[in-house]
Nanobody
Framework: QVQLVESGGGLVQPGGSLRLSCAAS????????MGWYRQAPGKQREFVAR???????DYADSVKGRFTISRDNAKNVVYLQMSSLKPEDTAVYYC????????WGQGTQVTVSS
């Protein structure tokens, strides 16, 4: 059983930065595509960024140039560095691991507000 635990969310002012972390248990991390998704109130969950086991990354247009996904395969952790945050980035952020199966974390709240 794979478990994903997100951390690093919180309240930040517009223009600020946060770094989210997702720690994965189990042995699938190295072969998994790791991703970040988010869900704002009243909206569907949407893709934010992903990092493949081969080192490729992909971003939603809304976060390109502001967010950076990275992974530490030795620690089984994937990060999302978020900069120049906007109020519309407010959401619950979820970590996703995809290999043979798909696993989700419980989410961490990010609120961007003055």
């Amino acid at each position: 059983q794979v478990q994903l635990v997100e951390s690093g969310g919180g309240l930040v002012q517009p223009g600020g930065s946060l770094r989210l972390s997702c720690a994965a248990s189990g042995s699938i991390f190295r072969v998994s595509t790791m991703g970040w998704y988010r869900q704002a109130p009243g909206k569907q969950r949407e893709f934010v960024a992903r990092s493949t086991s081969g080192g490729m990354t992909d971003y939603a247009d809304s976060v390109k140039g502001r967010f950076t996904i990275s992974r530490d395969n030795a620690k089984n952790v994937v990060y999302l560095q978020m900069s120049s945050l906007k109020p519309e980035d407010t959401a619950v952020y979820y970590c996703k691991a995809e290999a043979r199966y798909v696993y989700w974390g419980q989410g961490t709240q990010v609120t961007v507000s003055s």
